[in-house]
């Protein structure tokens, strides 16, 4: 069953996303850590980034009033030579109306809400990314296969977002809360 639900006015900016955390698969060292660091400070809309060396985590503050590249997020850590466990996002949000498989444009990006309950996002909250290369291959192969919709699997907006205010072959991003 597919339940879409519409956002009228939808005042929620790409820019709003304030922080990351990001976890990293593969590192062996602190200079593993200090790679991504590097990787992730060289982006544009990045204003700081704090490592923790023992879980491999990495806090990111964005730099206020700049579009965040989430996929640039990705490359980043995979041009230092690893890959990306999970990232959630946290920003604002004002009265964005949600449902298992909404489609909402947030900014420029759409985000289709995966596993979600009827609600309303008010004030500052976290969405995870689950998109191949932001989880695990373990995770994403069960994701995939509890969502059947061509657009999970490859991250392209697919028949399932049609008339979402979402172009053909855009790039959506899977997200939960």
Request: aromatic share 6%; charged share 20%.
């Amino acid at each position: 069953m597919l339940v879409l639900i519409t956002v009228g006015s939808l005042v929620t900016r790409a820019q709003d996303f304030k922080t990351a955390q990001l976890q990293a698969t593969g590192l062996t060292c602190a200079m593993c850590s200090n790679a991504i660091n590097k990787a992730l400070l060289e982006l544009p809309y990045v204003e700081s980034v704090k490592s923790e060396i023992r879980t491999s985590s990495f806090a990111i503050v964005f730099k206020s009033g700049q579009d965040v590249n989430i996929d640039g997020i990705r490359k980043a850590v995979e041009d230092a030579g690893f890959s990306v466990g999970s990232l959630k996002l946290t920003g604002r949000f004002n009265a964005v109306k949600l449902g298992d498989d909404a489609h909402v444009m947030i900014g420029k990006e759409a985000f289709h809400f995966l596993d979600v309950k009827n609600q309303v996002l008010e004030g500052e909250q976290t969405i995870t990314v689950l998109d191949k290369g932001f989880i695990t291959a373990k995770q994403f192969k069960k994701i995939t296969n509890g969502h059947k919709m061509a657009c999970v699997v490859s991250g392209k907006a697919a028949s399932c977002c049609a008339g979402q205010g979402i172009t053909a072959e855009a790039r959506v991003y899977h997200v939960t809360i």
